[in-house]
């Protein structure tokens, strides 16, 4: 009953808001069959996996790198976008958001129809040799990975492991995405976090940008955040229900 109640309020700050922005993490892709890191189930069960993710991991270990990543990897090749991605696309397409900044590498935004997308943690579709800066198409390297045909993919100029274009921790945030974050956040008249534990930064950083001038945050999690008391509505519960009434709520 709460939960509905709270969608309500979110949809009627969506109804009064024309310059949404909202930001995306692993649990808008959960529903796609995506796992999150921190949710239930979600790939941090596994405590080797924040070193295997990082850059040093990559450079000591690729081999560990692509063994520990085909659980995500492989399950980011087959999935759709889900309602919540929809909803966001809608969102743009009838004026109201502004621009979607995600968390994810999934691509599931571009694939829901989202124009104005911000990446920050880059993408797993594509790679590059991290010696001559080649780059590849990864979809037939996971495909092998996932089927134990291969190991690493190699630069075939270099024979260095290829890496693919996502952002590890220790790796620091493509400028331009963070730039245009921000400067989205900053104009922004509501901003909606949809499945984010807001605990990587710095993207969970970019609430403070609305609260700290008056702007409303609305934020649709399973789980609590450290922003819930500061968000103007919380809605605990699956961004499927969610979406499934905001998208009805504009049609
Ligand atoms: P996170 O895993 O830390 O948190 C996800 C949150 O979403 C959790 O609090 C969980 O309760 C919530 N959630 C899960 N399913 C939900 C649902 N159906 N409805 C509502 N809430 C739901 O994710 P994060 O904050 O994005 O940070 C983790 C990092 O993980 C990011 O840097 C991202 O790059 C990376 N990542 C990306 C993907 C992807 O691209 N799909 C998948 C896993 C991890």
Request: charged share 20%.
């Amino acid at each position: 009953m709460k939960t509905m109640v709270d969608t309500e309020q979110a949809i009627s700050l969506m109804r009064k808001s024309s310059r949404i922005v909202a930001l995306s993490g692993a649990g808008i892709s959960t529903e796609a069959g995506i796992p999150d890191f921190r949710g239930p189930g979600g790939l941090w069960e596994d405590g080797s996996l924040m070193k295997q993710l990082s850059a040093s991991g990559f450079a000591s270990d690729p081999e560990g790198f692509y063994r520990a990543s085909v659980r995500l990897f492989s399950s980011i090749g087959n999935a759709r976008p889900t309602l919540a991605h929809k909803l966001l696309a809608r969102l743009e397409e009838i004026g109201k958001l502004d621009a979607v900044v995600t968390q994810n590498i999934d691509g599931l935004h571009h694939a829901a129809g989202s124009k104005r997308v911000f990446e920050l943690h880059g993408t797993y579709r594509t790679g590059h040799c991290p010696k001559c800066g080649a780059g590849f198409d990864m979809a037939a390297y996971y495909a092998d990975i996932g089927s134990g045909k291969l190991k690493v993919p190699l630069c075939p100029s270099c024979g260095v492991p290829v890496k693919p274009d996502i952002v590890l921790f220790e790796d620091l945030l493509p400028v331009d995405a963070w730039d245009a974050a921000v400067e989205a956040a900053e104009q922004c008249d509501l901003m909606l976090v949809l499945g984010s534990s807001l605990v990587v930064y710095p993207a969970a950083e970019l609430p403070m940008i609305p609260i700290s001038s008056g702007v409303p945050l609305v934020i649709v999690n399973l789980e609590e955040t450290g922003y819930d008391g500061m968000a103007r509505v919380v809605v605990r519960g699956r961004l499927g229900d969610f979406a499934k009434s905001a998208l009805a709520a504009f049609i």
